[in-house]
């Protein structure tokens, strides 16, 4: 069905992905789409998030290296085909509908958790200072991005998130390092 669904946005945007299409495309009936998704935002935001990038914060990896990782996918795939439609459809949905929901408890929270992990550990090992705030670090981190997403005002890319993780990392890298 999330084959199906992704199938249909990539030839048609958002509008296209109904339960009927969804049902059709992948074969099945529609009750067994409706089993699975409560209505069509749900399938569309699953097949958008479907392989969503994930950078587990392994012990071994480099916290910083990975943290880097992370964002560069995360502008990859919002550079996409996939990243234009999920624009498309957060733009147009009320922020307390349940896309805008899915889309902030799924996407947005979940890689700020993964953030969160790596920016602790990198702190841990005294790759940032001691008494940097989490929180707002996450926010100059994954601000901009979300904010280019929306805005549309220049290119989110890989490049773009290389600059803003060097230039927050200036005022978060211990006060020897400066």
Same mark, same amino acid.
């Given at each position: 069905m999330l084959r199906a669904a992704r199938e249909l946005l990539d030839?048609?945007?958002?509008g296209a992905v109904t339960m009927e299409a969804v049902a059709e !495309? *992948?074969? #099945?009936? =529609?009750? &067994? #789409?409706? !089993?699975?998704?409560?209505?069509? +935002?749900? #399938? &569309?935001m699953a097949a958008l998030m479907d392989g969503d990038p994930d950078v587990a914060? +392994? $012990?071994g990896a480099d916290a910083l290296g990975a943290l880097r990782r992370q964002l560069r996918a995360i *502008?990859? $795939?919002? %550079?996409s085909n996939t990243g234009r439609h999920v624009t498309m459809l957060l733009a147009s949905a009320d922020a307390d509908s349940e896309l805008s929901k899915s889309f902030r408890h799924h996407f947005v929270l979940a890689r700020r %958790?993964?953030? !969160? @992990?790596l920016l602790e550990r990198a702190r841990d090992e =005294?790759?940032? $200072?001691p008494d940097v705030n989490?929180? #707002?670090? @996450?926010?100059l981190l994954y601000g901009p991005l979300f904010f280019r997403l929306l805005m549309g005002h220049a290119p989110l890319d890989e490049r773009f998130m290389e600059q803003v993780l =060097?230039?927050? @990392?200036?005022? @978060? %890298?211990p006060r020897s390092a400066v």
């Open positions: 030839g048609g945007g958002p !495309r *992948a074969g #099945v009936g =529609k009750p &067994t #789409v409706y !089993r699975s998704f409560p209505d069509r +935002h749900a #399938v &569309t914060p +392994h $012990r *502008a990859a $795939r919002f %550079a %958790a993964e953030g !969160r @992990l =005294k790759q940032l $200072r989490i929180e #707002v670090a @996450l926010d =060097k230039e927050a @990392l200036v005022g @978060l %890298a």
